[in-house]
């Protein structure tokens, strides 16, 4: 009986997947303007099983996606379905539940994708619904669901944005030539690439160095508005009084640096209040590393972050697991040089069991180059005993990789 019972709720559930499809292509139409909610989107058929409205979430403090597929169906939702990426809320934030919305247009069955991981709903959304007599059909397209969300749930899971870490490089792997040239290592299409990617992602980090280096602007060129927040990590406030980064009318930057700086005897205070001056935002870390970076982004709402940083802090953030993900722009040039410019700064393996083993590779061809993608599992996860300095000393940010303007 327990078998029959399994492979009729899975043929039920097979009858949702084309629409739960549909769902999750609506939700994808906000990718990069929700945070810090997660993307969704919702269709509602009426009780024949007719399509009778759609909605997605537009961006936060906007309506839920379920409140806009509701709208549009209007009175042929009653007696019908809503299909949802995740589960309704059902607690008051900057809209009211979506609980009692479902509950209000008469729906009789709502068939859902992925519990939500925050501790607000986490189940209790369905438990509501269950409770007003609503038939509940969970998981459908979960894996496709988690997948599409995973850097809001790995966000309210761990407490930092999910980070991406992103360089372009040459077929001998080199980021520059010996002398510092490297524009462009890349096509045009590949660097158009990268401007669609920073469109997804809520802030783009990088080093000093890389602002001392590159004078970088860092935004999509228009594709997102607004633009991702641009964030330079800095020990030393060591940085040109004039850069790209610092002209704010066109995208925000914030500039991070640790403690020390603020305790200095005041040689740093008259630069931060240039920067602040034009726009710049000036955060004290409580330490200047990545993981309290991403910490503080988390608390400004970022889902998503892109480190498109130089070796030394790259290394530093899959030390501190706060890359999930990576993206490599491979070049088909070889660039040469024996004093290698290299994407990676030192890890401290000395053993190839110590190694960070890559998982889901894709490959995908922009012209003449090859991007390749892959997530990058948790360091503890994987076995890799990274090294660490912990006293490494306040110094100059180290001089670093380019990325791509």
Same mark, same amino acid.
């Given at each position: 009986m327990m078998v029959v019972r399994f492979v009729c709720l899975a043929r039920l559930s097979e009858r949702w997947i084309p629409w739960m499809r549909r769902a999750l292509q609506l939700a994808a139409l906000a990718d990069g303007h929700t945070s810090p909610n997660p993307l969704v989107g919702a269709v509602v058929l009426d009780a024949a099983g007719t399509l009778a409205g759609e909605g997605f979430h537009a961006r936060a403090g906007d309506p839920h996606a379920e409140v806009?597929?509701?709208?549009?169906?209007?009175?042929?939702?009653?007696?019908?379905?809503?299909?949802?990426?995740?589960? &309704?809320?059902?607690?008051h934030g900057?809209?009211?539940?979506? *609980?009692?919305?479902v509950i209000q247009a008469g729906i009789r069955r709502v068939v859902v994708a992925l519990t939500d991981p925050d501790s607000r709903v986490a189940g209790g959304g369905l438990q509501r619904l269950r409770d007003a007599g $609503?038939?509940?059909?969970?998981?459908?397209?979960?894996?496709?669901?988690?997948?599409q969300n995973r850097a809001f749930?790995?966000?309210?899971?761990?407490? /930092?944005?999910?980070? %991406? %870490?992103?360089?372009?490089?040459?077929? @001998?792997?080199?980021?520059?030539?010996?002398?510092?040239?490297?524009?462009?290592?890349?096509?045009?299409?590949? /660097?158009?690439?990268?401007?669609?990617? /920073?469109?997804?992602?809520?802030?783009?980090i990088v080093g000093g160095g890389t602002v001392r280096a590159d004078?970088?602007?860092?935004? !999509?060129?228009? %594709?997102?508005t607004p633009e991702p927040l641009r964030v330079v990590l800095s020990r030393s406030l060591d940085l040109p009084a004039a850069a790209r980064l610092w002209t704010t009318a066109e995208a925000p930057t914030l500039l991070a640096h640790g403690p020390a700086v603020e305790a200095t005897d005041g040689e740093s205070?008259? %630069?931060?209040e240039a920067f602040g001056a034009a726009g710049v935002i000036a955060t004290a870390l409580p330490r200047c590393e990545p993981l309290a970076l991403l910490e503080h982004l988390a608390s400004r709402g970022c889902n998503r972050v892109l480190w498109e940083?130089? &070796?030394?802090?790259?290394?530093?953030? $899959?030390?501190? @697991?706060?890359?999930?993900? $990576?993206?490599?722009?491979?070049? &088909?040039?070889? $660039?040469?040089?024996?004093?290698?410019? *290299?994407?990676l700064g030192e890890l401290g393996f000395t053993a190839m069991d110590q190694v960070i083993p890559l998982q889901g590779l894709t490959l995908q061809r922009l012209e003449r180059d090859?991007?390749?993608? !892959?997530?990058?599992?948790?360091l503890s996860a994987a076995g890799v005993r990274a090294h660490r300095d912990p006293g490494r000393p306040d110094r100059r940010d180290p001089p670093v990789h380019r990325c791509n303007d």
């Open positions: 806009g597929a509701l709208a549009q169906a209007g009175e042929r939702a009653k007696g019908g379905t809503l299909v949802v990426t995740l589960e &309704p809320c059902c607690h900057r809209t009211p539940p979506c *609980t009692e919305a $609503l038939e509940v059909i969970p998981g459908v397209l979960e894996a496709a669901a988690a997948h749930v790995h966000r309210v899971k761990t407490g /930092r944005p999910w980070g %991406l %870490l992103k360089w372009a490089m040459s077929l @001998d792997g080199r980021t520059a030539l010996p002398n510092g040239a490297s524009q462009w290592i890349s096509g045009a299409a590949a /660097r158009a690439w990268v401007h669609r990617l /920073r469109a997804h992602c809520d802030a783009v004078d970088p602007l860092l935004t !999509s060129r228009g %594709l997102r205070a008259p %630069l931060l940083c130089g &070796p030394a802090l790259a290394a530093a953030a $899959l030390q501190q @697991d706060c890359v999930q993900e $990576l993206a490599v722009v491979i070049a &088909p040039k070889l $660039l040469g040089g024996l004093a290698a410019r *290299t994407p090859v991007v390749v993608q !892959s997530l990058v599992p948790p």
